[in-house]
């Protein structure tokens, strides 16, 4: 069985699943499946690029071919009984109107997704929100199949620097919420690390609440578990996310982490972060100021953190999809 593995390019902001994917595709290979990863060499951008993600999609099918996120239309020039598509979110359903977002629904989300054999989602309540959204899928269609974190981030302890914490914030996207955050942490005393280009926007409502910050792209692995390590607190109070990889990061590393209470992050973040609410300044303020203050509660935090971060282990996933392969591949025209 010859598994495609069939993943978007990546642009300079993008920090899922580029580094999620090729671990799932070597560990199946280290289960002596033979897989492999496939770069679309076209970034999905106007119309002519996309035809030419769906006709390379189409010209490297394996026994079973697998679209990893993002790109759901590539599913269109595939055999419709051995593929699967993995959706990572719905957020620019949430945040677009009008035609924009019919024409995103149809060709992004319903058509392809109706084509594809199988779905998966890395969390429940992608799955659920997929379902809102288009609900003639077959829910058990969909399965649910979350994200491993890479064995690079390992645990390393550190002492709270009381005087001037520092915080990181993995992602700048505007669902990362950074104009609330800046608001939050006006007259805390701290440095912000913000992993990904921050747009002018938020740059000024950072300077406007005298946040002490650097911006940094471009990272490798490497860089950013180098980041997690200097780190005192991981921020991540998004207003929507399919998944949330930086609370796992965070939490395997031994950092306290700040995360909402809304969409997935519940669900990933297990009873090992405080959760606010992202709307409310007050709310995440609060989060920062406990746990910079209750040394008790930080590491008890850590401590249950890195216990949840155990649920996300690359062998148990890479089996999830191996099991769910075989199912297709053995019974193609089936349910």
């Keep these: 069985m010859k598994i495609n593995l069939i993943q978007r390019r990546a642009k300079s902001f993008h920090y899922s699943i580029e580094n999620y994917f090729p671990r799932v595709c070597e560990e199946l290979n280290n289960l002596d499946i033979s897989a492999a990863l496939k770069i679309v060499p076209f970034y999905s951008s106007g119309i002519l690029p996309r035809l030419q993600i769906i006709k390379y999609a189409k010209k490297n099918q394996g026994d079973i071919t697998h679209i990893t996120g993002d790109i759901h239309f590539a599913a269109l020039g595939l055999d419709k009984g051995r593929s699967i598509v993995t959706v990572l979110d719905c957020g620019r359903?949430?945040?677009?109107?009008?035609?924009?977002?019919?024409?995103?629904?149809?060709?992004?989300?319903?058509?392809?997704?109706?084509?594809?054999?199988?779905?998966?989602?890395?969390?429940?309540?992608?799955?659920?929100?997929?379902?809102?959204?288009?609900?003639?899928?077959?829910?058990?269609?969909?399965?649910?199949?979350?994200?491993?974190?890479?064995?690079?981030?390992?645990?390393?302890?550190?002492?709270?620097?009381?005087?001037?914490?520092?915080?990181?914030?993995?992602?700048?996207?505007?669902?990362?919420?950074?104009?609330?955050?800046?608001?939050?942490?006006?007259?805390?005393?701290?440095n912000l690390i913000i992993v990904g280009n921050v747009s002018p926007e938020d740059q000024q409502s950072l300077v406007d609440n005298s946040i002490d910050y650097q911006s940094m792209t471009n990272l490798t692995d490497e860089d950013i578990y180098y980041q997690y390590k200097k780190a005192d607190i991981v921020s991540f109070p998004s207003t929507i996310e399919g998944f949330g990889m930086p609370i796992i990061e965070g939490q395997k590393v031994g950092r306290p982490v700040v995360t909402s209470n809304t969409s997935s992050m519940p669900e990933v973040a297990g009873d090992g972060a405080v959760l606010v609410d992202p709307y409310s300044i007050s709310s995440i303020r609060s989060g920062f100021e406990r746990i910079i203050a209750d040394s008790s509660f930080r590491n008890k935090l850590i401590e249950k953190g890195r216990i949840n971060a155990e649920r996300f282990q690359i062998e148990q996933i890479a089996e999830k999809y191996l099991a769910l392969y075989r199912k297709l591949y053995r019974n193609p025209d089936g349910q």
């Design 93 to 190: 359903l949430h945040q677009l109107s009008g035609i924009r977002k019919q024409i995103l629904k149809k060709l992004f989300y319903s058509i392809p997704l109706r084509r594809a054999k199988a779905i998966t989602t890395i969390s429940e309540y992608t799955k659920q929100d997929l379902l809102h959204w288009v609900p003639d899928l077959y829910p058990e269609k969909i399965h649910v199949i979350p994200v491993s974190v890479s064995p690079i981030y390992k645990y390393y302890p550190r002492n709270l620097d009381y005087r001037k914490p520092q915080i990181l914030q993995i992602g700048s996207t505007p669902n990362k919420n950074i104009s609330r955050l800046a608001r939050s942490l006006k007259g805390i005393e701290c």
